[in-house]
């Protein structure tokens, strides 16, 4: 969740002030980082996930679940401890690591160190991530549990969803009607990053998901539960507020950026060899943020009330859009410099490889950037790709300015860019190597929803590290235009996506027009039997790959654009399509074939990758039952025809 500074944060009208001076100087961090490390080669694969939990208070007497707000005390015990507990960590697992998030009721945990590409590491994911929960468990009440929640349904509702309880009407920082100001972690950053969001779009967020409709649902649906007679805060008086039309009929109303920043999610962050491979990697994993997503879908329900979407994203991309009027094409430009078609939270708008199968036509949106950082990184000898990429994220404002670090040392700190850069929450995130670190050039994956089990958080998390080395090995081409990404963003949304939903997938993954994966990766340094030889077999994952080669003939692009993809349901984007589409999976298994894997270890992955095609297949809808009969909705707000 950003950098935590022990400063004195800005207000926005004083933060603003040091917009152009951060923006500047975190591009100059940038070009010394890039001229430092551009040339960077050779590193191995190093991967690790992040899992965040939820720490739910059961009251038996009440049946209740509640949100816990004891972050701080409990982190402060795991830190405590932490240096103490190698002797009692399993031999294949090192010391993980407990990190704070933007509610006071979440825990974030990472692996004490990264996974390498070895088979026993892909194989210690599953036993690490218990290992950390139980670990979190051990130092909690009796009551208290970590669940890995995308989202909880109880948050906002009326009554007591937190433990202690707080009255919303001390929302200093979001002026919400529904969230009290407890609910958000007390560092500095937080509330101050809650408070400039609204302040600089000049409203309080909002949020409206449409309502499950059932029969029994009154129409038009209007919730009783909002206070719509509140007068304490601006916004309640304001133009945008709830009774003024900001709370839409028959949807569910948030206004704020705990709704979003509260969720919990999977991700995953790969280093790259270079960083031509991780610019080739970002862009073949974007394609795939939106199916991940749909995949992994489990957040149906938003302040006890059922919604007709299944994901979190849109509730996190509107709880942080901090775009003006102006900005947001509501007014014309006056004050402000760019119409921005997106929240500084939504998915990648760029692809940013320099090879020859990325062609121009994929970046088909409107793409707002700083034409001075672009022609600044051109002079310094950027390529026009990865230029638009850093100008366009730093169209955006800093919004937490720590008044200590306002003058850095650009040569051996990257604060100011880091400011810019962690505050673009895309789908995915191309990263730079960190200063004074043997870190490398990395890639981070971010669609995904947090899945309830440890099993089903590792298998997504296995079969997303070996897709990324296919799609490396097998020179495989995903590519469709970025605006067919963003549609496929909105339909992996969807009430039962992923089992109802079709998204638009490419038709010919074979950068080389290869008719199979065998022959596919003879172009990679592997000899297929076609060939008469045996296949090689690695004994790690591979992180180092040639330079994708151009076509034997020479003919780079045979078709327009829009005959390159074609709708196709989630089944046959995983499972494949006949003979015309081989599926993730089978890409998936023609790379194992490449990997000296033993019978056991085998096994394992099986278990994980079958879990991956079950959800495309069957689909294992969210038990919204479940929810309700452990007391997790309160009984009044369940739909009779459920």
């Known amino acids: 969740m950003g950098l935590l500074y022990l400063g004195t944060p800005l207000t926005w009208d004083e933060a603003k002030k040091y917009a152009e001076h951060v923006r500047f100087h975190g591009i100059t961090q940038f070009l010394n980082t890039w001229d430092r490390l551009k040339d960077r080669h050779g590193d191995e694969l190093l991967w690790g996930d992040e899992i965040e939990y939820m720490v739910i208070s059961f009251d038996e007497a009440q049946k209740n679940a509640k949100l816990s707000l004891r972050q701080t005390e409990i982190l402060a015990k795991l830190s405590t401890i932490v240096n103490d507990i190698c002797a009692d960590c399993p031999a294949e697992v090192s010391v993980p690591t407990f990190h704070p998030e933007y509610g006071r009721y979440m825990l ?40 890995t929640f995308t989202s909880f349904p109880r948050l906002g509702v009326q009554g007591q969803f937190t433990e202690p309880y707080h009255d919303p009407s001390d929302a200093v920082s979001s002026h919400s009607l529904f969230l009290p100001e407890e609910i958000t972690n007390p560092h500095a950053r937080f509330p101050t990053l809650t408070a400039n969001i609204r302040r600089r779009r000049g409203s309080k967020v909002a949020i409206n998901l449409p309502l499950f409709i059932d029969s029994q649902t009154p129409r038009p649906f209007i919730d009783a539960s909002i206070p719509w007679s509140r007068s304490l805060y601006p916004e309640d008086l304001a133009s945008e507020d709830a009774k003024n039309g900001a709370a839409l009929p028959d949807h569910i109303y948030l206004d704020a950026m705990g709704f979003g920043m509260g969720c919990c999610c999977l991700q995953l962050t790969f280093q790259a060899c270079n960083v031509s491979d991780a610019r080739r990697m970002y862009d073949g994993l974007i394609p795939l943020g939106p199916i991940l997503l749909a995949l992994t879908a489990a957040s149906p329900a938003y302040r006890g009330l059922l919604a007709d979407v299944d994901c979190r994203w849109n509730v996190i991309a509107g709880s942080v859009d901090d775009r003006t009027e102006e900005e947001r094409g509501l007014k014309p430009l006056k004050n402000d410099r760019f119409k921005i078609p997106k929240s500084r939270y939504d998915s990648v708008d760029l692809y940013i490889s320099n090879d020859w199968t990325n062609r121009p036509e994929y970046n088909d949106n409107y793409l707002p950037y700083d034409e001075n950082i672009y022609n600044r990184l051109r002079k ?40 810019i850069q962690s505050t673009n929450w895309q789908t995915l995130r191309f990263k730079p190597p960190p200063p004074n670190s043997s870190i490398g050039w990395r890639v981070e994956f971010r669609s995904m929803e947090v899945q309830i089990t440890d099993f089903e958080n590792a298998a997504f998390a296995v079969f997303i590290v070996l897709i990324s080395r296919a799609i490396l090995i097998f020179n495989l081409n995903f590519y469709i235009p970025i605006s067919k990404v963003d549609e496929n963003m909105q339909r992996a949304q969807r009430r039962d996506a992923a089992r109802s939903g079709k998204f638009y997938f490419r038709k010919d993954v074979y950068a080389l027009r290869r008719s199979g994966a065998s022959s596919v990766a003879s172009s990679s340094g592997y000899n297929s039997p076609a060939e008469g030889a045996p296949v090689k077999k690695e004994k790690k994952l591979r992180n180092c790959f040639p330079p994708l080669p151009l076509p034997e003939n020479g003919v780079l692009h045979t078709s327009p654009v829009e005959e390159e993809y074609e709708e196709i349901t989630m089944d046959e984007i995983i499972n494949g399509k006949g003979d015309s589409f081989p599926g993730l999976l089978r890409l998936v298994y023609d790379y194992l074939e490449t990997l000296d894997v033993d019978q056991e270890a085998s096994a394992t992955i099986e278990k994980y990758l079958d879990l991956i095609r079950c959800r495309a297949n069957v689909n294992v809808v969210l038990d919204v039952n479940r929810i309700y009969y452990q007391g997790i909705i309160p009984e009044e707000t369940r739909t009779k025809a459920d």
């Open 108 to 147: 974030e945990s990472t692996p004490g160190s990264p996974y390498t590409g070895s088979i026993p590491d892909l194989l210690a994911v599953e036993g690490n991530m218990r290992y950390r929960r139980a670990l979190a468990r051990q130092h909690l009440k009796p009551n208290e549990v970590p669940i």
């Open 380 to 419: 310094h000898g950027l390529d026009d790709l990865l230029s638009k990429h850093m100008a366009h994220l730093f169209i955006r404002d800093p919004l937490v300015v720590f008044s200590e670090t306002i003058d850095q040392d650009d040569s051996s700190s990257t604060d100011h860019f880091e400011n």
